[in-house]
């Protein structure tokens, strides 16, 4: 008795169309990361392929593994709460990284530090130069 051949019909449909709306949502996000031209504009699609993926693929899994052992299963809820987690902010370490080092080659492309502290200084934020070093997330030297 093989539990995969013992699935009704309507679970194997569904747990079909998670998996396949997981894999298409993660093929996506693969494509933004080989078609889009820069760095900052190839982090963002492949996290959200990543966190929209799992979610379909995790989905995919509680619904096999509640109907093969016939309980709710929500192990591999664990899975897609970790890397929704953990994806974002790997996002955000990546991309601050890649500003500090643009800055400290002086990168035409990147804004340099004086020019946004001089634009929230010109439109009479109160905003301190502190807090914009700490919202880009390089410290004033």
Avoid: C
Avoid at 6 to 20: C, E, G, H, T, V
Avoid at 104 to 121: G, I, R
């Amino acid at each position: 008795m093989n539990p995969v051949t013992d699935l009704p019909l309507w679970a194997a449909w569904l747990i079909a169309f998670f998996l396949l709306l997981g894999a298409g949502l993660t093929l996506i996000g693969s494509f933004g990361l080989f078609r889009l031209p820069g760095f900052y504009d190839r982090i963002h699609a492949p996290t959200l392929g990543t966190s929209w993926g799992t979610a379909g693929i995790v989905i995919a899994s509680v619904i096999y593994f509640s109907v093969t052992e016939s309980q709710l299963v929500l192990h591999p809820l664990l899975i897609g709460v970790f890397v929704t987690v953990t994806t974002p902010v790997t996002l955000i370490l990546l991309s601050r990284a890649a500003l500090y080092r643009d800055r400290a080659e002086n990168n035409p492309d990147v804004p340099s530090l004086q020019l946004l502290e001089n634009t929230s200084q010109e439109s009479g934020s109160k905003t301190d130069s502190v807090t914009v070093h700490e919202s880009i997330g390089t410290a004033k030297e």
